[in-house]
């Protein structure tokens, strides 16, 4: 049975334009109806300019989830907002490379190089 | 069945009959005694006769109420709900079967809905399977087998093989997950390719085109991998467009390796517009060599403790089996390879395998549709 914890790590300055999701363990066809209602939920109500998602602790993603990570990337462009990916690990970065993700959502290994572009 | 009820009942009934015994203990004479027995013996009976209707229709007649109702409810038969409200046993008793008859009913409407959703799955499979190609054309220098196998009754994966003038096209395509949804997402490429092939008979034109048409159309949730070649029987190579699909193995005659190459792209419905994404590439043939096309279903197919085939294993095998004389061959063996590594496990994926093996000379394809579509997994 595959879990995934999702933590909504806390502001270092509450002026921050972001919040940092962290993922720690899996997304796949065995959870992905579990973890669909809250994740979805907190995109449709998040207001800051920019979502990253924290994947050094994510350890695997079938085709659904990422089809799902998809569906939250343009959810938050429809409101004008981005969505970053932070350190995948190697499994799940070569997944998104094959299907073409990484085409649509930038991902990168260091914070500093995406708060550097705010 | 009258001792248990412990109604106010029972206790008129034992009323009854102490008041029967008492006329006995008075008789003087002997006349005296017969008239007067032979007039307790007509009260005797007609008060039996009076008691005897009394329990009847208080409560044999319910019970044969409930009793009728019940064995139609074991015969399948139409039944009624018991309307009896009194607070005693009979109440309850009516109470439990109408209760249990109504939750039967709504069970049966459950199985009937399952039953009807579970006949269109049947002829909505029928219809993805007649869209799979019936036959494949003769590709020059090309000996081709291609099979899948959905782990539904509907697919995600498809391939389709058509020739247009000197030029032949095959696609293979995975959409996310499995099911109807993936399968309504399959018909709809499956449908394009063959529709808009005659206007971009090109393997990154068709990629792009489909695209441009299917992504407004589909939930952003879903997408399909897929892999378009292109071929010409007046040159020596391939030409492929990737969206985003799985590997390409090469076996390589010559030196009998193994090339894997990514797919490259992004895959169908998950950008507007893919013509900067999506690029056309060759692959140079020499007679021998085999390509070796897959859905994740069978690189993610597990086994009993739950590891992955995985890509290794896939190449391992094209490695091994290679040299083999024709596509059949080699695709018996990589399928029983896999079935030797997944056991008994159940197949949680919808899997297709496509071995192209270059001979460099006319090769007659296999043109049974069942045998070309129907991948059976021992």
């Known amino acids: ?118 | 069945m009258f001792v248990f009820t412990r109604s106010k009942t029972f206790y008129k009934f034992l009323s009854f009959q102490v008041l029967l015994s008492i006329p006995f203990l008075y008789v003087a004479t002997i006349d005296e005694f017969f008239i007067s027995n032979t007039l307790l013996l007509v009260l005797y009976l007609v008060l039996n006769l009076l008691l005897s209707l009394y329990l009847y229709f208080q409560y044999v007649s319910k019970l044969d109420v409930v009793i009728d109702q019940v064995a139609n409810v074991i015969a399948g038969k139409a039944f009624v709900p018991i309307n009896y409200k009194s607070p005693n046993e009979f109440g309850l008793l009516a109470y439990f079967f109408n209760d249990v008859t109504s939750n039967l009913k709504k069970i049966s409407s459950v199985i009937k809905e399952e039953e009807r959703m579970s006949e269109e799955l049947s002829v909505a499979a029928s219809i993805q399977r007649s869209v799979l190609p019936k036959s494949i054309p003769n590709i020059p220098n090309f000996d081709v087998v291609c099979k899948t196998r959905p782990s539904e009754e509907i697919g995600g994966d498809s391939f389709a093989v058509r020739e247009l003038n000197d030029d032949y096209f095959l696609y293979i395509g995975d959409v996310t997950g499995h099911g109807a949804p993936a399968g309504l997402i399959m018909m709809m490429v499956n449908t394009l390719f063959d529709v808009l092939l005659a206007d971009f008979p090109d393997c990154k034109d068709i990629a792009v085109n489909i695209n441009h048409i299917l992504k407004p159309r589909v939930n952003a949730t879903m997408f399909m991998t897929t892999l378009f070649f292109q071929y010409n029987s007046n040159n020596k190579y391939i030409e492929y467009t990737g969206c985003g699909h799985e590997h390409i193995i090469i076996y390589r005659a010559d030196e009998a390796v193994v090339e894997v190459i990514p797919a490259g792209g992004i895959a169908l419905a998950m950008a507007d517009d893919i013509s900067s994404i999506v690029e056309k590439k060759k692959i140079q043939l020499s007679k021998g060599d085999m390509i070796c096309l897959y859905s994740d279903g069978i690189t993610e197919a597990m086994n009993e403790n739950g590891e992955l085939f995985g890509l290794d294993q896939l190449s391992d095998l094209v490695k091994k089996f290679g040299h083999l004389e024709s596509s059949m061959e080699v695709f018996s063996s990589i399928s029983n390879g896999l079935s030797k590594f997944t056991n008994k496990t159940v197949q949680i994926d919808d899997m297709t395998l496509i071995i192209l093996k270059y001979n460099d000379s006319l090769v007659e394809n296999l043109k049974d549709s069942q045998f070309l579509t129907e991948w059976n997994v021992k």
Do not use: C, H, W
């Not at chain 1, 089809?67 to 998104?96: C, N, R, T, W």
């Open chain 1, 1 to 118: 049975m595959s879990q995934l914890d999702l933590n909504v790590l806390d502001k270092q300055i509450s002026s921050d334009p972001y919040v940092i999701v962290e993922f720690k363990g899996s997304l796949d066809k065995a959870n992905i109806d579990d973890v669909k209602p809250a994740l979805t939920n907190f995109v449709s109500s998040y207001t800051d300019p920019y979502l990253i998602f924290d994947l050094r602790y994510f350890e695997y993603v079938n085709s659904e989830g990422i089809g799902f990570l998809v569906s939250l990337f343009y959810a938050l462009e429809a409101k004008k907002q981005k969505l970053f990916i932070l350190k995948p690990q190697p499994q799940v970065l070569d997944g998104f490379e094959a299907v073409g993700l990484t085409k649509i959502i930038p991902i990168y290994e260091l914070l500093d190089e995406i708060t550097n572009q705010f």
